[in-house]
Each structure stands twice: as C-alpha cells, then as structure tokens.
DNA sequence: GGTTGGAAACTTTTT
DNA sequence: GTTTCCAACC
C-alpha cells in the first residue's frame, strides 16, 4: 500500500500528471493541499530534485502548513523544495539581483502607510489638491496599474489629450521617482520589478527556469496579471505548470485578481490537462448543498457541483435578531451552549462578518462572558504605531535612503525639530542631490537652521552609533539600546495611561519577535528581520493549537475550515456590500459578493448559522436593512427558520443556567411579535399565517410565514404532499380553505 | 515648534 | 461611533 492509494481517481489523476501543463480545479475542501503535496512527493520519487520543485502561496500560513505537511510526508529533502509566497520569492530574487534595475539590494518594502506618507509628498510637489484626488483613490490606481504591469509611461500614452488621466500618470510617475530616490519598493513592485527584472536579464529568468522546472500555484483564481506573468516566465521554458484554483473562490478582484487567469488557462494552454476536484471531505451534506445553490445564481463560473459522502447534517440556521447586540449574544449563547455541553471546544467556532467594523460587538459580549477569542485582521501588529516608530528607526539605521523612515522618527519623541527645519533640509538635499539622511548628517553646512541644526546632530549620532554596532551586538540588544538612548520607553512609561500600556506591551512583543527570529534564521540580519517583518499578514499568526473563538471578515477564512460557523450580518448593503450594491458595475461586484458567502458557507464542517439584525448601528446611525439576498437564495428545504435550542429548551440540560434560556425566550417572544405585525400589514390577503390553504398544482398546506414584498407579498407554504414553497401571492392564486 | 479643540471623513475586502 | 486631520492658539 502506498501514499497515493488513500487519494481518489481525480486526486491521482492530478497527483501522476507532473509533465506539461495542469489545471486542477479543486471545489471547496475537495483536498487540494493533499493533492499538492503528494505531487511534490510523487515528483521527487520520480527522480526530480527538491531543488527544482516550487510551490507558491498567497499567505506565510499556507506556505508554512505546505511545508510542514510535505516534511511529514517525505523523508528527505523537503527542506530543499521552494515553498513560499508570491512575495517573500520575489523578495528572495530582487535582494540578490537588483541591482540591475538601479536599486540597493538594501531596499525597504513599504507598507501602506508608508506609501500613503510618499503619496502626500507627491502630491505637494505636483500641485495636486488632495481635496479632489484622495491619496488613497491615487494610489489604488497606481496599485491597479501595477497589478496589469502598465508602467508609468504607458499610462501617459495611453492617456492621450485626456488631462485628468494625464495628471493620474505624472502622480504615477513621480511617486515611482520618490520610491527609487529613498531605495524602497511597495508590495506590488516587488512583483513588477521581479517581472521587469526577468524581461530585461534572460541569462538570470534562465538561471530561475532550470532552478524551478516544476512550478505548483496555490490559490490560483487569486493572481493578478502581474503574478501570472512572473509564472508564465517562469514556467516559459519547461512547460511543468501545474496551477490549483477554484473560480467560485475568487474575492479579491478589488485587489487587481484577474479571474481570467483561471477561466482562461486552457486558451492560454491548449495542451493544458483539466481535472475537476468535486468530492468534498469537509461539509455536511446540506452545507454543501446550500452552498450550491447560492453559487448557482452566478454567470460565467466553470460549471461544477460539490457532492460528499458525508452525512446529511442538521439544517442550516437562520436566525433574524431585532438588533446587533442580540445577534452577538445569540451567536456567543451558541458558542457556549457547545462548550458547556462538552460538543465542541471555542476553536471549533470562527464567527465571520463581512467588515472588521462588525468585530467590536462580538468582542466586547466575548470579554463580557469571559470567553477568550482571537481577532484576525483589524490594524495589523506591525501597522501600530509604537511598533512602526521602532521599525523605523531600525529600517534608518538599515536603509538611510528611506526617508519615510527617517522622517517618521526624526522628532520621536520630541527632539524640537519641526516643518521648518525639515523643509530646509529637504530643499539642500535636493539642491545638492543627496539623500534626506545625509543632509542631516550634514546640517551643520545648511543655511538658515540657526539653533535647530543643533538639535539634530544627537539624532544621528545616535543612528551611526547604533550603526557601528550592527554584527557586533544581537538585533535584540541594539533595539534595547535604541529605546534606551532615544527615550522611546521611559515616555511611555512616564505617561502611564492604560493605552501607554498596551504600547510597551506590544514593544515586549516585538523584541519577543527580534529574539525568535534571531533564533530561528540561520543568519539573522538586520535587513532579514526587516524583510520578513514587511510581508506577514495578520492570518498568519493563526495558531491551531489555542483554544480561541476566532473573529475575521469572510475574506481571512478563505483557506480555513471550522466544524461551527457563523455568518453574522446577513442584510442588504451590509452583504452584499453597500459598495457593491452601488459601485459602477454592481453586476459584476455582486457575483463577487455572492462568492464570498460561498466561501464562507464552505467553511463550516458541521454546523452552520446565517444570522442578521432588523436594526444596526453603522457610523453612529441606525439602519434598517432587508435580510440579504443571499438568504433567500437558500432553498427552504436546506433551512431552519426556527429556533434549533428550542429541542434543548423543551428539554434542558441541567447543567444549562436559567438565564441562557431566559434571554432564548425572550428572543423568540420578541420574534414573534415581529411577524405578526407583518401579518396583520398583510390585509390585502384572504388567507394569514396559520390558514389552510389551497394551490392549483401543489394541493392543499398551510401557510406558514407572509413576507411583503415591493409589490407583492411572498408566501411561504408548507403543502402536505408537495414539500415547503415559497409563492407571490398574485401568482399562487391561492384560495382559503 | 507644540498643543488643543472641533470638524470631517470613514468603512468592503489585504499580500 | 471613532479616528484622523487641520487650523488656531500658546
């Protein structure tokens, strides 16, 4: 019995095909891992080379789980297979090769706020009103330029007589111009200049084609044009491209994803071989059927349909709250309902919602019921701004051309140097051609500085001296030294708040860090620690070991799976997005909505509960949202309306406290009262909820909820021979009994 | 050059 | 409701 003999026919199909190209098309929780990392293991028993085999994810934490399980799986030479994502690789070829493109191999990667910092100057300089142009809204359509690899030039031409698009590329232009001038690189460069780089060396893309001869991509419905053409390159000469997606799966085409990558591989690749992946190990049956029909509403998707041999399941639950406090309390009720009754640990529950505002409810009633969870996404570790303060000054003492860094930190803390000063500054170092940080070394030569040039000179001292001290000391006791010296600690220290607090938390936190990458690389730089610091994303610190109830937005889920999930906030222009409902091609921006719910439906392995509220709070005022299109999408078959407790409250459990089911009762009490108020609108109708009713084709049943509709009322019928329907009223023609 | 108060913006998603 | 930004003061 081998390894390969637990895989299905399709998983084996996709597992021996290891020459030429291969699409596999892997539904939700159909083991697409699995099949990835027995074709590593399949290929190094043929005789290939770890060495010439990468697989290449979108976060640290798929890399990290993909080694770790071909570890398990092989016994030798996994260490040399390449298993990384699309930027720390990029990363690893541009620090050796840059320097072709006319950068360090010192260069920094900056993360939004620091291109947000460079956007501002930019602006200033070109004169443009940041009142009609947003930083934000130039930089996402620089972001989008870089994701199709149109440079700066391109956009100009393509521009024409067009003077606002015209504008658009100068802002492009010169942001890229401020990029080079402080040696640093934002994360999409980090692909276009690996792009550039390959176009413009054959003798280096050749070197990287025989390296990488069998090239895997992971989350493939997920590149953008720019990463597929890093593949392309790449696998351009052996042809060995073997790419995992899944269509329905694509939600990140706001962030430049170009689904054709997917849809049209097999253009692109006429010899390529498809496989479909279909059997799901993950869900339930009715999960996986729910989540079935709500993806069928979609056009242009590669037609398949989920099936699993796992068991039918409870139904899936729909609870509508009277407001976002109960629709937390309920979920959290649930939550612990499952833990007190031994059914489930916190981890086994993940509670999604589409925006991380919708977090803080969830919070707060978790901290209330003691209850510990884990929050994914929200302002990053390394996005806060005593760590970026630190990061800063490391990166100053790293890279002295990245003037984002060095001016963020010249007056942190206080140093008395202001706008002023800077200014001059800035000005010689233009009117000289250096660098803001050599013109500072140089104050003393600045005219027009008076008292403030002096108060530079400590800053870098400072920085030279800390300099001096790179190989010598440990990252760990020149961050010390550095909080030490500048002060940076005792401020917080002295100020005392509980914010203050958390602030020399988080800076334990991060020397914590220092001294675990200290320990773990095999040779720890400065520049190392930096790097890897740029490009991990919140996801990544996920650990499966603790036991947390865990919070994130659906997109963060995408990947994960829980044997409860909770989707919270199902309402129109909550989810689907306001944004989506109302941006310019709502048709398209729905189907990637309707994606998401489907990704989020599939990652429940048990249980599943879709709840929403009649009433929120979003930006301090109070909205009233229809219950999402996404839940009438679910066939009635596949839901459950009611209350599922309700088995336990007529039966309760004795360890179950009394106000647990109060606050149930209540809930349900106030339910009820809702629909009857529906009801009683529902004057223009014969018939009401409860009554016998008659149909043409389905017979007799009884109807069991009126919803009113724009211009008609929806009935829903429980008919005794034809199962539960759902009719408007003016077509039904239904008569009382 | 630093501090403060009030207005304005924000919220779709992130490597 | 919260955070960020900016103008007017010290």
Redo the contacts with the bound molecule.
Sequence with gaps: MSIYDTLNPEQKEAVLHTEGPLLILAGAGSGKTRVLIHRIAWLMEQGVSPWNIMAI?????AAGEMRQRVNNLVAQGADSVWVA????TCVRILRRYIGHLGFDTTFSIY??DD??AVM?DVCKRLNID??IY????LM?VI?RAKDELISPLEMELAAGIDWQKKRLAEAYKEYQAQLRRNNAL???D??VKTVELFQNCPEILEAYQERFRYLMVDEYQDTNTAQFKLISLLAGKYRNLCVVGDDDQS?????GANIYNILNFEQVFPDARVIKLEQNYRSTQNILNTANEVIRNNYGRKEKRLWTENEEGNPIAFRLLPNAFEEAELIIGDISHHVRNREADYQDHAILY????QS?LFEEKLIMAGIPYKL?????FYAR?EIKDILAYLKTVDNGRDEVAVRRVI?VP???????????VGDYAGAYGIGFYEALVRADEIPGL?R?GG?IRPFTELIEALRGKLGKTSLVDLTKELLEATGYSKELEAEGTEEAKGRLENIDELISKIAAYEESAKEPTLSGFLEEVA??????SLEESSNYVIL?????AKGLEFPYIYMAGMEEGIFP????LN?ENPEE?LE??RR?CYVGITRAKRELMLTAARQR?????TMYNAVSRFIREIPDEYLEKGNRRERTADNPSPQKPAAWAQSKESFRAKAYEQKSITVNKASGLEYTVGDRVRHIKFGDGTVLEITEGKKDYEVKVDFDTAGVKRLFASFAKLKKL
């Design positions: 994810t979108f976060t640290n934490k994502t699309f930027h720390s993360d939004t291109q947000k501002k940041t009142k947003k930083e934000r809204y996402s972001s934002d994360f999409d980090l692909i939600i990140y085409k706001f962030r589409r925006t991380n505002a803080r994914i996404g929200g302002v990053n701004r007056n206080k140093r008395g140097i202001g706008a002023t000063t800077l200014n001059r008076g403030s108060k490009l991990v994303a919140d996801i990544d994130m937005t659906l997109h963060s997005s306001y944004m989506s941006g921006d990637e909505e998401l709070m979003i930006r301090g005022q």
